[in-house]
């Protein structure tokens, strides 16, 4: 009996998952069980928005230590 829900549809990741699993991937570690949910989750657009996202916090964060350290190194 399957009383309306298809057992068979996989999950769509939460926000959550896919931002531990663009951290992840940034740190180049995934578990297989991760790996696999994430191919099967559906679409690649909130991976990959995660990922500019991602990019684009990281390289201004490290922009913004290298100005800071330099400024105390009073360079």
Do not use: C, H, W
């Given at each position: 009996m399957n009383n309306g829900k298809d057992d068979d549809?996989?999950?769509r990741p939460g926000f959550f998952q896919?931002?531990?699993s663009t951290?992840?991937?940034a740190f180049g570690v995934q578990?297989?069980?991760?790996?696999e949910r994430d191919f099967k989750g559906g679409s690649i657009v909130p991976y990959v928005l995660a990922g500019i996202i991602f990019t684009v916090v990281f390289v201004?964060?490290?922009v913004l230590v290298v100005r800071l350290v330099l400024a105390n190194a009073g360079m």
């Amino acid at each position: 009996m399957n009383n309306g829900k298809d057992d068979d549809k996989p999950q769509r990741p939460g926000f959550f998952q896919i931002v531990l699993s663009t951290l992840a991937a940034a740190f180049g570690v995934q578990s297989s069980k991760n790996r696999e949910r994430d191919f099967k989750g559906g679409s690649i657009v909130p991976y990959v928005l995660a990922g500019i996202i991602f990019t684009v916090v990281f390289v201004v964060v490290v922009v913004l230590v290298v100005r800071l350290v330099l400024a105390n190194a009073g360079m």
